[in-house]
């Protein structure tokens, strides 16, 4: 299956896409980024990482988009552009018909290095590793864009009809999506 | 010139058109709302507030979209589908070439009812006296994104040259944009 990662961003919007043959072996399609200038108007930068968006799913027509759920903690300021360009990559997607999945970070970095608190330079020589790169995606949010692509092609209900967590990494990823899930229930901010 | 307003929401997204002439006379052409189910995904339901509001605009043809400026605050859970709703919404008139403002909810009841702390069904109350509508608007999110479209006709540069005060609801105006910019600088989220 062919998945694509969007890492939500209005300076930066990282994409990646990936091919996964259900052996795990994942392997590079390609990644990159949407900038948007911050003179540029909100509702500019807006339509800009849409336009991308639809035109990276046009161009390598994923099975599902990956897209990074985001948190709203204190630092409300900057997440609120974050959000809006979540949902906005979300739409273009569903305008396709393209399955739209959201993983927290968590369960990304779970799923890519077998750790849920793993920092974020280990997530990136991770990707490199398991796409057979010689060196790190740059810049990191392509890199994420990427990891969120493998985590959502590597979630254990695409692997096992039964939903059985079979790897260290899978079983790390389950309990992160298990955990955010409470948070979620706690009150935290899903998007 | 002709105003659509925009009160997002993502069970219920408030819409409203008015014409406004130079005199401050102001006319309705429509009002309603974009409702989406809550059992529905995420992704379908932004995309469904996208079409919704993407038919009025072609069909209204308004000069402008104004926007409810979403802020962040303790209920950050429910507020990132209404950030969500926004972005999609600001793209929508990005796409059509339309101008976009937001418009924050003190600044909207100021310019309606001359105070920016008015309770709600005072701002409902007044968007139909100035409509000249024998009722209320309802639900009170069409009432909202008309009274959003008022005070983006009304605002005080569209209205002088020199973007001065004029009557005592402009001056409430300008007052409540002002202090709405100054907590913007002091770490809230304007979207």
Redesign the interface.
């Known amino acids: 299956m062919r998945v694509m990662g969007v890492d939500p961003g209005l300076t930066r919007c990282g994409l990646g896409v990936v091919d996964a043959a259900s052996s795990r072996a994942v392997s590079l399609v390609a990644f990159g980024t949407a900038t948007t200038p911050e003179t540029e108007?909100?509702?500019?930068r807006?339509?800009r990482v849409?336009e991308v968006v639809g035109e990276w799913i046009d161009r390598y027509a994923p099975d599902a988009v990956a897209v990074e759920r985001?948190f709203?903690r204190r630092d409300?300021?900057t997440?609120?552009?974050t959000?809006?360009?979540?949902?906005?990559a979300?739409?273009e997607?569903?305008?396709r018909g393209v399955d739209?999945a959201?993983h927290t970070p968590t369960e990304v970095k779970a799923a890519v290095t077998g750790s849920g608190t793993a920092p974020k330079d280990q997530v990136g020589r991770m990707v490199a590793r398991l796409l057979r790169l010689a060196e790190t995606p740059r810049p990191p949010d392509a890199a994420d864009a990427l990891a969120l692509a493998i985590c959502h092609a590597w979630r254990p209900a695409a692997l096992s009809p039964r939903g059985q967590a079979a790897t260290p990494a899978q079983k790390a990823w389950v309990e992160a999506s298990r955990a955010a899930a409470k948070r979620g229930r706690r009150?935290?901010?899903?998007?």
Do not use: E, H, K, T
Not at 41 to 44: E, G, I, P, T
Not at 187 to 191: L, T
């Open positions: 108007s909100l509702d500019r807006l339509l849409a985001v709203a409300v300021g997440v609120s552009g959000m809006q360009a979540s949902g906005v979300m739409v997607a569903a305008r739209v959201l009150g935290w901010a899903p998007v």
